[in-house]
């Protein structure tokens, strides 16, 4: 079955330093990959997504790459803000969709930057 | 606004209660999802919906149930047959094969 493994937690760093989530799959065929985060108390934002080998997703400063050939979407950002303390989960949707975009859910990597 | 609204934020339930947690989102979404979160732990599906009148279990269906009656709707009931049914419970909606869209979330303890 489909699977998500990612590095676990926490991981502490300073303000301005780099930032790397390890997060490899398991899955059939060629899933979309996804980057949710969730802040203390709330429910999961999208944080970015690939759907295919090689898309690079983007979004506040945060990056990760669909890499096939070592099944990864590792999850990474230059220069973290005490503001991006939170949980990130690294997720994939399997194809054909007649899963119906059911995500399967990594166990989640708790990130605290201090000032 | 278009979004996922869950009501309430915190629910207590006394042992032996069924409980409905709420979920509603005005996206125009057909898909629907339950999920759990326990402690430092990742989410686990409930229940999902691809369509209005039409649900499936997911991987941890025991002890609760759902109805879809609306497109826009999609409650969910922890009955007194779920054993530890404290946790944090995340709905969220999906056009398919896309990206989900998640709801602040209710966080129900039992006393």
């Known amino acids: 079955g489909n699977s998500v493994t990612q590095m676990e937690g926490p991981v502490t760093l300073s303000e301005e330093a780099f930032l790397t989530i390890n997060c490899t799959y398991t899955a059939t065929g060629y899933p979309s990959l996804f980057w949710y985060v969730q802040y203390p108390g709330e429910g999961l934002q999208l944080l970015l997504k690939?759907?295919?080998?090689?898309d690079k997703g983007s979004n506040k400063g945060f990056e990760a790459t669909y890499r096939k050939e070592t099944t990864s979407f590792h999850l990474e950002k230059g220069s973290v803000q005490v503001s991006d303390s939170a949980v990130y989960f690294c997720a994939l949707s399997a194809r054909p969709t007649d899963s119906w975009g059911k995500l399967q859910f990594g166990a989640g990597t708790q990130v605290v930057v201090t000032p | 606004d278009g979004g996922i609204t869950q009501s309430p934020k915190y629910l207590f339930r006394k042992e032996g209660q069924n409980v409905t947690l709420s979920c509603e989102q005005n996206l125009n979404h057909d898909a629907m999802y339950w999920y759990r979160q326990d402690p430092g732990q990742g989410l686990r599906l409930i229940y999902y919906s691809q369509i209005v009148n039409d649900f499936q279990k997911g991987d941890i269906a025991e002890g609760y149930s759902v109805s879809r009656e609306k497109k826009e709707s999609f409650p969910l009931t922890v009955t007194s047959a779920q054993k530890n049914p404290t946790a944090f419970y995340l709905c969220?909606?999906?056009?398919?094969?896309?990206?989900?869209?998640f709801g602040p979330g209710t966080r129900l303890t039992v006393l």
């Open positions: 969220a909606s999906g056009a398919g094969g896309n990206e989900q869209f």
């Open positions: 690939a759907t295919k080998a090689d």
